[in-house]
Structures are given as C-alpha cells and as structure tokens.
C-alpha cells in the first residue's frame, strides 16, 4: 500500500508539539490592521492550540 500523502496547505498552518497537541496561529492578522488596538493585535502574535473536538480531523490532513 503507498504512503499517505499529507495535505500540504494543512501542513503549512499547523505543527505538532512535543506532547502531540496541535499549534496554530491566530486570524485576523493580515491586514486592516489600523482599527485594532495594539494590545488585540499583539495577542494575535501568540501561537494557539487547536481545539480537542478538532484535533482529530487536523492530524487526518496531516497524516499522522
């Protein structure tokens, strides 16, 4: 049977990390940036985890 093959966008939004929890970014960071406040926007910086109702179709994209 070949190898699965991972889905490359899933691949370039998360990470997995040291325990097996998933990692990814915030939204709303890209532009319109003017109207948010510097403390909403330097929050949006920080990594986040993926929720554990979604973990499991993430790791799927992921194939692993």
Known sequence: MPK????RSA???FKRTG???IKRSHA??????TSKSK???RAL?????????????????LAC
């Open 4 to 7: 699965m093959k991972s889905n």
């Open 11 to 13: 691949v370039k939004r």
């Open 19 to 21: 325990s097996g929890k």
């Open 28 to 33: 709303f960071k890209s532009h319109i940036l």
């Open 39 to 41: 403390k909403r926007k």
């Open 45 to 61: 910086r920080h990594a986040a985890l993926v929720h554990p109702s979604d973990e499991g179709r993430i790791k799927k994209l």
